[in-house]
């Protein structure tokens, strides 16, 4: 019996998930914050989407008047509006960072005892991540409806609902799923650096730690 | 019956950095711990007996030494083993419990089973049982925050149990309990460690410790002062403790 030493600790993804779903279950008002930056951050870009892709349908096939009211408002805004939706993504990264940063801290000692009691450093990663990628997707599904319909209630409310003849809807949902993976790859990438700073502690010391 | 070393240390040390300034906590200790000893680690505060206790449950690197469990150097190990044999080799107590807040009894009881591999019904079985026999059968389903102090102590010492482990270390284990709750849990220990032949470690400074202990391991300034076994310490007990 002395001297065997093996190697095999697990965590099934399945409870990874599980852990994760109650970490934002129970913590919901801190996960609403994260999710609400990203919220913030794609509905922006689903708007900027939204407005391009009716824009250009309604210049292509729509009625002459609104063609020509179009044309007239119409300015060569595109790389703006590139630059603008770049750099809120990136103030939505920072902000999960953020917030991620104080949700390890706080559960420094919780990380702590999953390590003595046989975590790996990649389970508290898993764990962890996998929590910030589900805040993402809720965050983006409910950004995407948000900057995509009110796009659209603007353009009904501008030239009435004739103009719903001409939007490319498939277009529209391919770009809604876009802005979904975007939103939740941005809130893992986000998550990455305070997770593996807290990841990689050493046990006595996370435990240690006060916040 | 020849003595089985579970826990052996020699010439541990560690220093850690305070600003510039270098504080020699462990200066050197060796000690050797059999299977199903009961050892205390007694000491004053700052005298380096948590420190000592996260260098054998390998929570911690020293600084020098080296640190044995079940014959295998612990410093040799990499990650997925240390991980391994925290999970499965050693039980953790702690003074403040270190349940996970979110998870109710019975989940905190089957986590290192889930690390361990064990499948979700027998986790599951395993950690009522485990519940039952430190006295928690009607909280399965509470919350860490929905139990009290003593409690909370019981699930972790169950949680401890989970995977049988070779060795048991408590560090202050009863520090956050009153006087009778403190008994408990320290009578809890002694069964298990009776029952399952577990070693148990705990580092304290509770002097009700004493009367359960095999041998007490004295430590000041980072430093074994005299080891004491059982035999010549009870005349003491009934005098430190007074009741």
């Known amino acids: 019996m002395a001297g065997q030493v093996g190697k095999q600790v697990m965590l099934p993804k399945q409870e990874a998930f599980k852990m994760s779903l109650r970490n934002i279950r129970i913590r919901f ?59 809120s993504l990136l103030v ?5 960072t953020n917030a991620m940063l104080m949700s390890v801290t706080e559960r420094s ?36 409806l948000i900057g995509g319909l009110g796009m659209l209630i603007t353009y009904l409310a501008r030239y009435g609902t004739v103009i719903l003849n001409y939007i490319p809807y498939l277009g529209l949902l ?22 593996y700073l807290s990841a990689r502690m050493e046990p006595a010391e996370a435990i240690r730690r006060e916040v | 019956m020849p003595k089985e070393v579970v826990v052996r240390t020699i010439g541990v040390k560690k220093n850690f950095m305070l600003g510039r300034i270098e504080l020699k906590v462990l200066r050197g200790v060796d000690l050797e711990v059999s299977r199903g000893e009961y050892i205390s680690i007694m000491g004053p505060s700052g005298s380096g007996k948590t420190t000592f206790f996260n ?61 361990a591999g064990v499948g979700h019904d027998e986790a599951v079985d395993r950690g009522l049982k485990l519940l039952e026999m430190v006295g928690l059968k009607e909280r399965v389903q ?14 972790a010492i169950a ?23 403190g008994k408990e849990i ?18 304290t400074h509770d002097l009700k410790m004493l009367d359960v202990s095999d041998r007490v391991v004295w430590i000041r300034d980072g430093q074994i002062e005299r080891i004491e076994e059982r035999a010549n310490l009870d005349i003491k007990v009934g005098e430190v403790e007074g009741e």
């Open chain 1, 29 to 87: 008002g801190r996960a609403c914050i994260v999710s609400s930056s990203v919220l913030l951050g794609v509905a922006f870009l689903m708007s900027i989407f939204t407005n391009t892709v009716i824009q250009q349908a309604l210049l292509k096939n729509g009625p002459e008047s609104i063609k020509v009211s179009l044309a007239a408002g119409a300015s060569d805004s595109m790389a703006r509006d590139i630059w603008l939706v770049s750099l």
């Open chain 1, 109 to 144: 000692r919780e990380i702590g005892t999953m390590k003595c009691l046989g975590a790996l450093n990649r389970f508290i990663m898993e764990i962890f991540l996998i929590e910030s990628g589900m805040q993402g997707l809720l965050g983006s599904l409910a950004g995407g």
């Open chain 2, 55 to 115: 260098m054998i449950g390998g929570l911690d690197k020293p600084s020098a030494g080296r640190v044995y469990i079940d014959e295998v150097d612990i410093a040799q190990l990499d990650a997925y083993e240390l991980a391994w044999l925290r999970c499965r080799k050693i039980g953790y107590i702690f003074q403040t419990f270190n349940l996970i807040p979110v998870m109710t009894a019975l989940e905190n009881i089957t986590l290192p089973m889930i690390f």
């Open chain 2, 186 to 203: 320290i009578r809890l220990l002694k069964e298990m460690n009776r029952n399952h032949q577990v070693s148990v470690i705990t580092a």
């Open chain 1, 174 to 195: 391919k770009f809604y799923l876009f802005s979904i993976i975007l939103g939740t790859v941005i809130s893992i990438i986000g998550a990455v650096y305070p997770t």
């Open chain 2, 142 to 155: 509470h919350k860490p925050f929905e139990l009290s102090g003593g409690q909370q102590q019981r699930v």
């Open chain 1, 92 to 96: 939505c990264v920072v902000g999960i």
């Open chain 2, 159 to 181: 949680r401890a149990f989970a995977n049988s482990p070779a060795i048991i270390l408590a560090d202050e284990p009863t520090g956050n309990l009153d006087l009778k709750t």
